[in-house]
DNA sequence: CCCTCCATACCAACCGGTCTGTTTTTAAAT
DNA sequence: ATTTAAAAACAGACCGGTTGGTATGGAGGG
């Protein structure tokens, strides 16, 4: 793997752990065993051009990693809980959730930085998709999917942040036990 | 008003305005009119304790204006609808919201410090706490209440994340439109 | 020879925190 | 009521360390 991607992947995974102010450049460099030099090399704009690649890549990979799920699983309900149980196995495995949330980045550089906020929007707005597809697959009507796609990015989105706070993956267990309701009671 | 509770006012406004490692002890001090000697008089451990103190004061901030507001509604939903009106409301003419959510502080701080983590788990606990009461005295049974207070915390932060990362109230005004869908559907 | 890639020394700015000294307030003693 | 001592509150210089970022130079392959 070439340099620039590992240097992606393992920022990703330190932006995602403790954020962007949390991060240092000589952390990223001891992690990755580079130099500055080479770091500046592949990224001239410095740190936040490197933030906005680590979105971009990671958007890409929840993207891909999502769609895997709801090709395979009949309905939206199925395919929601078992990407759910997948978040829930990651956490009591890892004690954190990667790969998926980057709402530390959005409350942290949301208002800082538009090309940073534009990449999370994106990111929400591709999983909201693909809930919504799968969701239209289902036979809801258009109104009744904008709603309940929204509802499950919300809820799940908050449910990792109450995981993280409460140290234990009980939130996001009760969400997929109740999201079904949600989904019947249209 | 003292000095103390004027800089808890000002750092609490801060820092989920900006994070925790967003905002500096200078910019601080600036903001409040006072000195380093002032800030350390009062806040002996310094940064940390000064944002655990801002942590416990929008805690009690929150619980008694959201039991305000739920004593002069009838119902969960009545109540609930009234409370993210006001968000919305907030959010519209601010463009942001204060004085409800701290996720940003969990994110950044919650694998970093257990006392931050502990007093952010303690007001999430307390806002579902209040929407418990009220679902119980709606007529919920235990279980039912347990999900659905669940749901409503981690739908309503997750909604102000994608506020801000849509720059629109709009996610706010869905979860108020959905919410009520859940509550009929037990 | 040039261009990609990397390494390192260096920089000003800022970080949170400490220290010392001064002002102001409080309260007890006369 | 006045004096006085102690304590609370505040001001600002100073500190080591770290931050993100730059400039320069070298290695290596086409």
């Given amino acids: 793997m070439d340099t620039k991607s590992r240097i992606i992947d393992i920022a990703t995974s330190l932006f995602q752990k403790k954020g962007y102010l949390g991060v240092g450049l000589n952390e990223i460099l001891k992690a990755c065993n580079i130099s500055k030099g080479s770091l500046y090399h592949h990224f001239p704009n410095g740190k936040e051009e490197l933030l906005i690649a680590c979105l ?18 009949p309905s939206t309900q199925a395919a929601t809980q078992a990407m759910i149980e997948e978040l829930i196995v990651q956490y009591d495995r890892d004690g954190m959730i990667t790969g998926y949330t980057f709402s530390s980045i959005v409350s942290e550089m949301g208002s800082l930085s538009e090309p940073v906020r534009n990449a999370c929007d994106q990111s929400f707005t591709n999983i909201q998709e693909i809930y919504s597809n799968k969701l239209i697959a289902d036979g809801f009507s258009k109104e009744t999917t904008d709603s309940i796609s929204l509802m499950m990015t919300a809820s799940i989105e908050g449910a990792i942040m109450l995981c993280l706070t409460k140290k234990t993956s009980d939130p996001l267990k009760m ?7 949600l989904l019947n009671s249209y």
Same sequence: chains 1, 2.
Avoid: K, R
């Avoid at 969400?175 to 309701?181: A, G, K, M, R």
């Fill in 175 to 181: 969400i997929s036990q109740v999201l079904p309701n």
């Fill in 56 to 73: 971009h890549s990671l958007n890409e990979a929840i993207t891909t990693h999502m769609e895997e799920i709801f090709q395979n699983y």
